[in-house]
T-cell receptor, first 112, second 116 residues
Framework: QKEVEQDPGPLSVPEGAIVSLNCTYS??????FMWYRQYSRKGPELLMY????GNKEDGRFTAQVDKSSKYISLFIRDSQPSDSATYLC????????????FGKGTLLTVNP | DAGVTQSPTHLIKTRGQQVTLRCSPI?????VSWYQQVLGQGPQFIFQ???????GRGNFPDRFSARQFPNYSSELNVNALLLGDSALYLC???????????????FGSGTQLSVL
């Protein structure tokens, strides 16, 4: 079983749609859950960061973590063409483990 | 404020050559991490340095090495390049928070390395 699973898409939606992006993970040691956005030819940019199970909202973005199911989601409301990018889930266990573990990324296109 | 800066932006090398990539973290950040991102994949952890000491190493061969300088900038060296080393190499820094913290990484735009 892979440590992180993320559907690579591609996902294409019309402007204004609600987008749902998901990742599953198998490592129970993961304590921090993140979503990064990566535009073409750019480095990843931190969008959302959560520590525990539950929901976290920031503007049009909502991150959801279900540690019991080992499942995280990112919802984008009122999607805009500028949201077109690759979205990467990332996980961190903390402590002496210094690495982030990323999913493969989901390519999202929002059509005007 | 300047973000994480990396140089060069693009690089073309041939198999067997050596390459050095450079990174300057955000001002005030003391931790630098290096990641390799192959096309269509998520970034893979290579190294983390904090206060000039190696704090973590990913599953990469000894051909990969790095160091951090007193001004917190960093270099990644790759020897005996292979075709499979072709990738986007990302540098990230993280803000100080009572020690090394990785949950908030700020990435540079990367160096695109092509090995022919």
């Amino acid at each position: 079983q892979k440590e992180v699973e993320q559907d690579p898409g591609p996902l294409s939606v019309p402007e204004g749609a609600i987008v749902s992006l998901n990742c599953t993970y198998s490592n129970s040691a993961f304590q921090y859950f993140m979503w990064y956005r990566q535009y073409s030819r750019k480095g990843p940019e931190l969008l959302m960061y959560t520590y525990s199970s539950g929901n976290k909202e920031d503007g049009r973005f909502t991150a959801q973590v279900d540690k019991s199911s080992k499942y995280i989601s990112l919802f984008i409301r009122d999607s805009q063409p500028s949201d077109s990018a690759t979205y990467l889930c990332a996980f961190y266990s903390g402590g002496s483990n210094y690495k982030l573990t990323f999913g493969k990324g989901t390519l999202l296109t929002v059509n005007p | 404020d300047a973000g994480v800066t990396q140089s060069p932006t693009h690089l073309i090398k041939t198999r067997g050559q050596q390459v050095t990539l450079r990174c300057s973290p955000i001002s005030g950040h003391k931790s630098v991490s290096w990641y390799q991102q192959v096309l269509g994949q998520g970034p893979q952890f290579i190294f983390q340095y904090y206060e000039k000491e190696e704090r973590g190493r990913g599953n990469f061969p000894d051909r990969f090495s790095a160091r951090q300088f007193p001004n917190y900038s960093s270099e990644l060296n790759v020897n005996a390049l292979l075709l499979g080393d072709s990738a986007l190499y990302l540098c990230a820094s993280s803000p100080p928070s009572g020690g090394t913290t990785n949950e908030k990484l700020f990435f540079g735009s990367g160096t695109q390395l092509s090995v022919l």
